[in-house]
Structures are given as C-alpha cells and as structure tokens.
C-alpha cells in the first residue's frame, strides 16, 4: 500500500548487488571499451557478444573491399569512361562539319513548331536555343 518502503527495499537490493564483483568489474570496465579483449572469457563470453565479434570482423573484410574496389575499379573506370565520352564528342563535332551549313538543311513539319512567341528573346528562339546547331527557316 505504501510505495515508499517498496522502493527502499528496491534500493537497498539493488546497491547490494553493485557491490558483488562481476558487476562492479562491469562498470570500471566501461571506460576502457575502446580496447576490447582479444578473447571473450567469463562473463564477457556469451552469444550475443560473439556475434558482435564476428559482425567487426566482417565490417573489416568488407570496407578493405570497398576501399579497393574504389581506387583499383570506380577510379580507372570513370577515367576510361571519360575519354571515351572525349572521342566521341570530337567525332562528334568532325561529323558535323562536313553536313552542309544550316541554312541549306531541310527543316520538317515536325521541327520548330510553335503556337505563340516566346516570352523571351525575339520570341522564336526556345530557352536553349544554340544558334550553332539550331536554325528555324522563316516562312518567307
């Protein structure tokens, strides 16, 4: 009925318990984790912390893999992928200087439609327009 003694009898068995020796061992341990024994004895030697053991070792073995794929295969393959993009933007554009000059190119029904001017510009021209490769016949 009283939760007062309860709670003092709680505080009494807990504090008693500190003073036993594994759990004692447990909280001077806590600020030595960053060294964690080279074998699991005693206590320390349960399920739980062999599988934590085990998950470090396999975190190790996949960041060495990691690491090395980036420098040995994501570095030489983003280097090998850009000159192939180089090669191919200078075939590109020595293509394109043997097409006849944009005013003699045929311009379809399909190319250069519009149904009002653009509020930009002279009104003809779309917003990435590049007068070096784009040419729009003015009906005449």
């Avoid at 318990?17 to 080279?38: G, K």
């Avoid at 739980?48 to 060495?64: C, D, V, Y």
């Avoid at 554009?93 to 250069?112: F, G, I, Q």
């Amino acid at each position: 009925m009283h939760p007062r003694p309860s709670l003092l009898r709680t505080a009494q068995l807990a504090s008693r318990q500190t003073r036993t020796s594994p759990f004692r061992n447990t909280i001077q341990r806590r600020f030595d984790s960053h060294h964690p024994p080279a074998k699991l004895e005693g206590t320390m030697d349960n399920a739980f912390n062999r599988n934590r053991a085990a998950g470090k070792e396999h975190a190790k073995g996949s960041t060495e893999l990691w690491r090395k794929m980036c420098y040995y295969v994501v570095i030489p393959s983003l280097i090998l992928a850009s000159l192939n993009a180089k090669n191919l933007w200078d075939e590109h554009w020595e293509h394109w200087e043997h097409m006849p000059p944009l005013e003699e190119r045929v311009e379809y029904p399909y190319m250069n439609l519009r149904t009002k001017a653009y509020p930009w510009g002279n009104g003809d021209q779309t917003l990435f327009w590049n007068p070096k490769v784009n040419y729009h016949h003015k009906d005449e």
